[in-house]
């Protein structure tokens, strides 16, 4: 049975909005959340995928709810003021609706910056009880050093860059770069502490070094998923991206779901 995908508006302050689908197959005895985080430049419904990943998810127990950041997809805002701290209100923000609609443990995704996201904005959050992470940069002054190499050492006041990628042209703040002096990836990672983990990573990833995913492995209790053929959009490799999440997911859910949720 394919899932219904409800269109919903997570309200913030001023009558802005995060635009979320919540794909859930009727009558299903949920035992867990998955919240999805989309990389840079992504959208919730990841590459047309969202349908197809939430009927497997919820086969196994769990609703699903994907939803776009500030100055993405559906979402309102301006993506040029993108950064990592306001990405994680934006997933406190979610993660605050979902718990108060559901009252089910958390457990986040999040794909590229999405999974950045993830770790710097759920690692604290004891509602959240597992953590998966698809091809995501933790050290990110790095990282995006190779997205926007020419610009990157600019100083001085906030400045607003042009970019252009296979969507299109957009444009991004230097605010961005600055941002990340602000959080400690390393004590987000330490955060998590024995809680289920799983990282996915292409071995020819062009946007994020492998090393990454092997930098959150050898830190955590994470079971790790080199895959050496993928590239950063797992090019021909997304099913067997989805398959090996939701085995993992089936096996971890029994310990997920245990237990009294609570915010930290």
């Excluded at 769990?62 to 701290?85: I, R």
């Excluded at 444009?171 to 809680?195: C, K, P, S």
């Excluded at 090393?211 to 994470?222: M, N, Q």
């Excluded at 050496?228 to 090019?235: C, I, M, R, V």
Aim: negative net charge; proline residues 3%.
């Amino acid at each position: 049975m394919a899932p219904s995908i409800e269109v919903i508006r997570i309200y913030r302050q001023n009558g802005a909005y995060l635009e979320a689908c919540a794909a859930d197959v009727e009558n299903i005895e949920a035992r867990a959340s998955l919240i999805i985080c989309h990389g840079f430049r992504g959208g919730k419904e990841n590459g047309g995928r969202i349908g197809f990943f939430a009927r497997q998810a919820n086969a196994i127990g769990l609703n699903v709810l994907a939803f776009d950041f500030t100055g993405s997809g559906g979402s309102t805002g301006d993506f040029s003021s993108v950064s990592l701290s306001r990405q994680v209100e934006d997933l406190q923000a979610v993660i605050d609706y979902q718990s108060a609609k559901c009252q089910l443990p958390v457990i986040l995704l999040g794909r590229s910056f999405g999974g950045s996201t993830v770790l710097a904005g759920g690692s604290a959050d004891r509602r959240v009880r597992a953590f998966v992470f698809w091809s995501t940069p933790v050290r990110l002054q790095a990282t995006f050093k190779r997205i926007i190499p020419s610009q990157y050492n600019l100083k001085g006041p906030e400045q607003i860059i042009n970019m252009s990628d296979e969507s299109g042209d957009y444009q991004v703040g230097t605010g961005l770069l600055a941002d990340f002096n602000g959080h400690d990836m390393d004590m987000y990672i330490e955060a998590i502490g024995e809680r289920p983990l799983l990282v996915i990573q292409g071995g020819i990833d062009e946007v994020v070094d492998p090393e990454d995913a092997l930098l959150i492995a050898r830190r955590s209790h994470a079971v790790l998923h080199m895959v050496p053929e993928a590239d950063h959009q797992f090019t021909g490799n997304t099913e067997f991206r989805e398959r090996l999440t939701i085995e993992w997911l089936q096996l971890s859910l029994p310990a997920i779901s245990g237990g009294n949720v609570g915010s930290m």
